[in-house]
């Protein structure tokens, strides 16, 4: 597989609301604001409309075939629909997937609910205790706009753990996409101290002679984009330590970077 495929719809996760009411409405405009792939999916027409989610792919039909007809099997799933039945319906298929983050709006009757129907229905034990419900961190929240920063923020702490290998915006993954022939990958793999970026932060120095992505900027990055040019014209690198310490650094520590070759 190459670098291209690898970073394809991994470089910023997607989250899938159900329901465009007042908290979906809210959190759809937060998931915009923070870069993320956003799908809304309403079955009311008057609320499943583009206008009202500027930046976002707007599902107008069933929760359950829109659930399943995504092809992305690492998503963020949060049930915020009118109705029990709606609910029951999300989570269910929700259940039926694998999933990045699954959270479910409600009282903690209706959770408690929820979840008995779907162990009612066989789903074991371990899978049921991933399920987010109430939703949210408790920042005792209750406008809508307070309970979406809440999702926002336990969407962030759960995937924490289980970011990507290859770390790139939106924006840089489209100009990346667009690019033809060589490029050479500078992926963090290792931080140590303070550094600007995490692992998984990648730029690519493309034959075009485009650079995209970043690394943290700085001095280290000009280091970094002048051994991926070398590496590029055919010097042998795959690993390098990059260390800094200097008083005209902007930050103090270390990264290990390692260069990859690939046919855009």
Do not use: Q
Request: aromatic share 6%.
């Amino acid at each position: 597989m190459g670098i291209a495929e690898k970073i394809k719809g991994r470089g910023r996760p997607e989250i899938v609301i159900c329901g465009g009411g007042h908290v979906g409405y809210e959190l759809a405009r937060l998931c915009v604001f923070m870069d993320w792939k956003t799908v809304v999916v309403d079955t009311r027409p008057e609320y499943a409309l583009r206008d009202r989610f500027p930046g976002c792919m707007v599902i107008c039909g069933g929760y359950a075939e829109a659930l399943a007809g995504l092809e992305n099997d690492d998503i963020c799933i949060v049930i915020a629909t009118p109705d029990h039945e709606y609910d029951h319906e999300c989570l269910k298929a929700a259940l039926c997937r694998k999933n990045a983050y699954v959270g479910m709006m409600g009282s903690r009757n209706k959770a408690a609910a929820a979840i008995g129907h779907m162990r009612a229905l066989g789903f074991p034990e371990d899978v049921l205790e991933k399920v987010h419900t109430p939703i949210g961190v408790p920042i005792a929240s209750e406008t809508p706009k307070e309970i979406a920063v809440s999702i926002t923020a336990e969407i962030i702490k759960t995937l924490a753990g289980k970011r990507a290998e290859y770390i790139i915006s939106g924006e840089d993954e489209k100009k990346l996409l667009s690019e033809h022939g060589k490029a050479v990958c500078a992926r963090i793999t290792e931080k140590r101290g303070s550094a600007p970026r995490d692992r998984g932060a990648c730029l690519f120095v493309c034959e075009s002679g485009s650079v995209i992505g970043t690394v943290g900027g700085g001095r280290w990055e000009a280091d970094i984009i002048e051994d991926a040019k070398r590496v590029l014209c055919g010097a042998e690198l795959s690993k390098k330590t990059y260390t800094s310490h200097t008083e005209d650094a902007m930050c103090g520590g270390e990264i290990d970077v390692v260069f990859e070759v690939d046919e855009l």
